[in-house]
């Protein structure tokens, strides 16, 4: 009977252990289970995460787009704050898409993301120049540029007018109209037709009944009007390159 019992306990032992490991592989089944819940979970979030930012940047581009668009048709400085606003705001989410598809082991599309993300700053670099070429240039007749020009135009027209001599006022309505050109088609060749009138306008003043003090003025005025000229020309030439390249 002892030997029996002794037995016994020891398959009484053994079931418990027997138990007891049942109960810690069940556990550990349940913990693998949890854990590989957890990277699944993880997955699935972090793809959720790169999805909805890969909608998010697609909708801030449109938007940016359509900001820059506003601002070369209307001079609207408000649009080109928007449309630098919203640049940061899609270079932020890129970086953090770029950081979610590092973290779901997706090199070829990091690659990808990276290449855009050089893209992006290239655009919003030619961008930014348009910007300060624009307002260099003058948002409206009356700044910039622009408005120098028009002052300048404006006083040796007026001079001329009141002079009455027909041969300068031909030769100035000529130079306009060759500004007026370049502003429409920004081409190089209308420069060079201006400096061939100036040349003639300045004969001109040398040949016409006026006094000596009228021709120094309108010498004068003939420096600044071309000075002004020549300085949007090249600014607007400057521009239509980087709207190009952009």
Do not use: C
Not at 30 to 53: C, K
Not at 182 to 200: C, I, P, T, V
């Amino acid at each position: 009977m002892r030997g029996f019992s002794f037995r016994l306990t020891h398959k009484v032992v053994a079931i418990g252990i027997v138990g007891i490991a049942g109960v810690m592989l069940v556990g550990g089944i349940h913990v693998y289970g949890e854990s590989s819940m957890a990277v699944y979970r993880d997955t699935a979030q972090n793809a959720q995460t790169i999805s909805e930012l890969s909608s998010k940047i697609e909708i801030e581009l449109l938007e940016g787009r359509r900001a820059e668009k506003d601002f070369l048709l209307r001079n609207d400085s408000k649009k080109a704050d928007s449309q630098i606003n919203i640049a940061k705001a899609v270079a932020a989410d890129v970086d953090m898409l770029h950081g979610k598809v590092v973290g779901a082991g997706r090199p070829d599309l990091a690659r990808q993301i990276e290449a855009m993300r050089t893209s992006l700053k290239q655009y919003q670099a030619h961008f930014l120049a348009v910007v300060e070429l624009k307002r260099q240039l003058g948002l409206d007749e009356k700044s910039g540029l622009e408005g120098r020009l028009r002052t300048s135009v404006h006083d040796i027209e007026s001079r001329v007018d009141q002079l009455h001599e027909s041969p300068l006022m031909i030769t100035m309505l000529r130079m306009r109209r060759h500004e007026k050109d370049f502003m429409l088609r920004r081409d190089a060749k209308y420069g060079e037709d201006m400096k061939k009138r100036a040349s003639e306008f300045s004969a001109g003043i040398e040949n016409a009944n006026i006094p000596e003090a009228a021709k120094t003025e309108l010498k004068q005025k003939l420096v600044d009007y071309q000075r002004d000229f020549f300085v949007w020309m090249e600014t607007a030439l400057t521009l239509a390159g980087e709207l190009r390249a952009g």
